[in-house]
């Protein structure tokens, strides 16, 4: 079984502040993480992913994220947000099993950028 | 490249009416994935195809929806009858293997 918990629904920043977004997650197999962002009307855009290679992920629009397996987490940042980050944002952890995916997402965390 | 394409963008019916939705993946990408976003969560996968095998359909309703991939490439989803309860935006992703997945801008249904 695997899961993933985004603590967080909505997240308030001011523009030029750091942006965390918290992702926790569990499985029982080595996973795949990866973080995507929706914004409105539109599908999911792939951020980054953490692929069992570098345990630091960088992104893009500046978004880094590193996989620390000891607290299971994948935690997503952004060192200065801009306006344009607002959106939607999701953890998904993916495992492979009979040679193929077997995935599931976050509940979502909305970043607002306040000026 | 051309990236993962949906239609309808939109669409509204009533409760206990057919709908279906169409998906083109990426050319080259054996599989193909269909999600349901429930407005707040996150997205639920509901099938995933193989070339035109169904590898996971666990979360499938198979009641009211069902789902085809003839000749490996596109897709469609039908839901038959609609409940209120599937007013949701409909994803549709493809990948190459087991790798990253694209996904297309989604079909917003709204059931009455």
């Known amino acids: 079984a695997q899961s993933v918990t985004q603590l967080g629904s909505h997240v308030s920043v001011s523009e030029g502040a750091l942006v965390l977004l918290r992702c926790n997650y569990s499985s029982s197999v080595p996973p795949y993480l990866f973080w995507y962002v929706q914004y409105p009307n539109q599908g999911l855009q792939l951020l980054l992913k953490y692929t069992s290679a570098a345990t630091l992920v960088k992104g893009i629009n500046g978004f880094e994220a590193e996989f620390k397996k000891s607290e299971t987490s994948f935690h997503l940042t952004k060192p200065s947000a801009h306006m344009s980050d607002a959106a939607e944002y999701f953890c998904?952890?993916?495992?492979?099993?009979?040679?193929?995916?077997?995935?599931?997402f976050g509940t979502g965390t909305k970043l607002q950028v306040i000026p | 490249e051309a990236g993962v394409a949906q239609s309808p963008r939109y669409k509204i019916i009533e409760k206990r009416q057919s709908v279906a939705f169409w998906c083109n993946p990426i050319s080259g990408h054996a599989t193909l994935y269909w999600y349901q976003q429930i407005l707040g969560q996150g997205p639920k996968l509901l099938i995933q195809f193989q070339n035109n095998g169904v590898v996971d359909d666990s979360q499938l309703p198979k009641d009211r929806f069902s789902a085809e991939r003839l000749k490996g490439v596109d897709s469609t989803l039908k839901i038959q009858p609609a409940k209120l309860e599937d007013s949701a935006v409909y994803l549709c992703?493809?990948?190459?293997?087991?790798?990253?997945?694209?996904f297309g801008p989604g079909t917003r249904l709204t059931v009455l």
């Open positions: 998904a952890v993916i495992t492979i099993s009979g040679g193929y995916q077997k995935v599931t």
């Open positions: 992703a493809s990948s190459w293997g087991t790798d990253t997945q694209y």
